[in-house]
């Protein structure tokens, strides 16, 4: 049986800073890929950023130059830096993981941007 437990998610100020994590635990034979998704109240999910096993990132056109995803290998574990946070970055995020050829989604972690 495989999870993710996601943390990180709050309130912060326009223009400040949060740190979303995201662990796989149970059996894990493999992780490829690794992404944030992001679900705004009434709007439907979307992509945010991603990180293949190779290392290559892409990002959503709304947060390039403002998120930075990373992952540890050895901790079965992705990473989303968020700086310069706006209100409109408001949502539950999400993480995916590509683990043991399956598709997995984390519980979602809220982040609320607001002054």
């Known amino acids: 049986q495989v999870q993710l437990g996601e943390s990180g998610g709050g309130l912060v100020q326009p223009g400040g800073s949060l740190r979303l994590s995201c662990a796989a635990s149970g059996t894990i034979f493999s992780i490829n890929a690794m992404g944030w998704y992001r679900q705004a109240p009434g709007k439907e999910r979307e992509f945010v950023a991603l990180?293949?096993?190779?290392?290559?990132?892409s990002y959503t056109d709304s947060v390039k130059g403002r998120f930075t995803i990373s992952r540890d290998n050895a901790k079965n574990t992705v990473y989303l830096q968020m700086n310069s946070l706006k209100p409109e970055d408001t949502a539950v995020y999400y993480c995916?993981?590509?683990?043991?050829?399956?598709?997995?989604w984390g519980q979602g972690t809220q982040v609320t941007v607001s002054s």
């Open positions: 990180i293949t096993g190779g290392g290559s990132t």
């Open positions: 995916n993981m590509k683990l043991n050829k399956n598709n997995y």
